[in-house]
């Protein structure tokens, strides 16, 4: 059962900012500033390892996916957008 909690989360915090990012492209202005994402895809890639040492592959897809659309939002804001204060 405890599963099924952990892949719930995973859809639910994958959703919230696959949503962010969609509305950013939509309005053409990051949806994050350029430090947060940075930070957050550090972040993320540093957990994501740290769930391949421990073989937790919940939290492999949730931490992979979260450094992939932080990195597609700092690129986003570098590229096109105007970065939020």
């Keep these: 059962m405890a ?15 696959v949503w962010e990012f969609y509305q950013a492209l939509k309005s053409n202005t990051a949806g994050v500033p350029l430090s ?3 930070l957050y895809g550090a972040g ?7 769930s391949i040492q ?3 592959t919940v939290f ?3 931490n992979a996916a979260a450094t992939l659309i932080a ?8 590229t096109r957008g ?4």
Excluded: C, E
């Design 3 to 17: 599963d099924y909690f952990g892949i719930l989360g995973l859809v639910l915090i994958l959703a919230g900012w």
């Design 36 to 38: 947060f994402a940075l």
């Design 60 to 62: 492999i897809i949730l």
């Design 44 to 50: 993320s890639l540093l957990l994501t390892l740290h």
């Design 54 to 56: 421990l073989g937790d």
């Design 82 to 85: 105007k970065r939020k204060r």
């Design 71 to 78: 990195v597609a939002n700092a690129i986003f804001a570098i």
